[in-house]
């Protein structure tokens, strides 16, 4: 889909989970549109190979681990100047099992990346332009799985229920230092989580059947409303968590 020419000239970005799906698409997009990116995540490969394609920086990164996360941070303002823009994308989907099936490990695994991770990058970014004092713009990645409360889905619904609430906490704590902070809540989504549904013809019937557009979004659908939210043209948007479903939390015939 063709994505508004904002201009980001002069604005640094971090994309986490940048090497692939929707972090990439939206890293993509910040360059086309004059911005300096850093693209960030593991598998390292995966990051340095994606950067390359699209002219961006790589810094690989474990968005779980505090020490990398600052690190990312200061090595991005050391090639750059400053940060101005964050969109966390990093995520797992976890594995598909009834809650009596799921272990404490696969939680914590989930939980330290979709969620330990959104508050790591957001506090370590949010420092850093608050000690810039030019503020800047944060977009977490949701999900409307905290929404649907699903089954066999249960810590990744978790996890982006709580990177829903500390979106908020986020944008009302920053705001008096002109971070706006927002959250995009994709639905079904074309990426690598989702690779099943798209291989399995009557698996992906069933899941669109229940979305009135009847279809699944494409990662550049979701990376357009994160450009707009990261953009001028969302100056006094924050606090806000927009679903890019295809109406699949409202329901249709």
Not at 163 to 188: D, F, H, Q, Y
Not at 215 to 232: G, K, N, T, V, Y
Request: hydrophobic share 40%; charged share 20%; net charge negative.
């Amino acid at each position: 889909m063709a994505i508004p020419d904002y201009d980001f000239s002069g604005k640094t970005a971090i994309v986490t989970g940048g090497g692939s799906g929707i972090g990439f698409a939206v890293a993509a997009q910040l360059v086309k549109c004059g911005a300096q990116v850093v693209v960030a995540g593991v598998p390292e490969q995966q990051c340095r190979d994606a950067a390359e394609a699209i002219g961006a920086k790589a810094i690989p990164t474990d968005v779980s681990d505090e020490a990398q996360v600052n690190r990312l941070v200061s090595e991005t303002v050391r090639i750059y100047g400053k940060l101005d823009i964050l969109v966390s994308c990093a995520g797992i989907g976890g594995e598909v099992l009834p809650l009596m099936e799921q272990s404490k490990e696969e939680l914590d695994k989930v939980l330290s990346i979709n969620l330990d991770g959104i508050f790591l990058c957001g506090k370590a970014a949010a420092k850093q332009m608050m000690e810039q004092g030019t503020g800047g713009s944060i977009v977490n990645t949701a999900s409307i799985a905290y929404v649907e409360g699903g089954g066999f889905h249960g810590p990744y619904g978790a996890a982006k229920g709580g990177v829903v609430s500390l979106t908020k906490a986020m944008a009302s704590e920053w705001a008096s230092s002109g971070i706006r902070v927002n959250a995009v809540c994709p639905g079904l989504t074309r990426t690598g989580i989702n690779r099943e549904v798209q291989e399995d013809p009557e698996l992906y019937k069933e899941l669109t059947s229940k979305i009135p557009m009847r279809r699944m979004a494409e990662p550049s659908e979701i990376a357009a409303m994160m450009l707009f939210l990261s953009s001028d043209a969302a100056s006094f948007v924050t606090g806000s968590i927009i679903h890019v479903d295809g109406g699949a939390t409202v329901g249709g015939q």
